[in-house]
């Protein structure tokens, strides 16, 4: 079956760095767009970034140009997101999730928690 | 970016009501509208793609209706397991905006 997997979340200090990986199975990993979304403790969801499904093109929110980056690696099924400069306001549960294809996200993993603490 | 406004931001309705959640985009979207469901501590779960396409095992009591930039989803007859909240989002320009989200409670 599909699967998702978010990996390497915890508390970090704000200003540092943090990866995020997400392993896919169940599926052909190389014929999708993925995408990160996040959401913050109590609050509403908020789209992050998008790379399609050969990883030429990548398209973020303005709140995380520059200091976030997606990537993956086809070879390995693995979507990233590297997170510097990190924020008080980047904590959140982040989600990755797949795109249908029809602009839908259809399948979505358990999320990893990052907390931005002094 | 594109605003969607979801209303209303929270419902209180009975096992068996009919409710309508509304979405209206900020400007034309086209059908590039999605239906997600939230269970407090899981990930969401699509509902409705295309503004109007059920998505594989989502039951259907759940539809989706478009009327130029005004969107709505329906639920006919609600069950227990669909108190939740739901968000709407737009994938027609990045960023892929979504809605504040909507809180189905039991009245």
């Known amino acids: 079956q599909v699967q998702l997997v978010e990996s390497g979340g915890g508390v970090v200090q704000p200003g540092r760095s943090l990866r995020l990986s997400c392993a896919a199975s169940?599926?052909?990993?190389?014929?999708?767009?993925m995408h990160w979304v996040r959401q913050a403790p109590g609050r509403g969801l908020e789209w992050l970034a998008l790379m399609s499904y050969d990883g030429n093109k990548k398209y973020y929110r303005d709140s995380v140009k520059g200091r976030f980056t997606i990537s993956r690696d086809n070879s390995k099924n693995t979507l990233y997101l590297q997170m510097n400069s990190l924020r008080v306001e980047d904590t959140a549960v982040y989600y990755c999730a797949r795109d249908s294809g029809l602009r839908g996200l259809d399948q979505w993993g358990q999320g990893a928690l990052v907390t931005v603490s002094s | 970016d594109i605003q969607m406004t979801q209303s209303p931001s929270s419902l209180s309705a009975s096992v068996g009501d009919r409710v309508t959640i509304s979405c209206r985009a900020s400007q034309s979207i086209s059908s590039y509208l999605s239906w997600y469901q939230q269970i407090p501590g899981k990930a969401p779960k699509l509902l409705i793609y295309a503004a109007s396409s059920l998505q594989s095992g989502v039951p259907s009591r759940f539809s989706g209706a478009e009327s130029g930039t005004d969107f709505t989803l329906t639920i006919s007859s609600l069950e227990p397991e669909d108190f939740a909240t739901y968000y709407c989002q737009q994938s027609s320009t990045t960023p892929y905006t979504f809605g504040q989200g909507t809180k189905l409670e039991i009245k």
């Open positions: 169940g599926f052909t990993f190389s014929n999708y767009a």
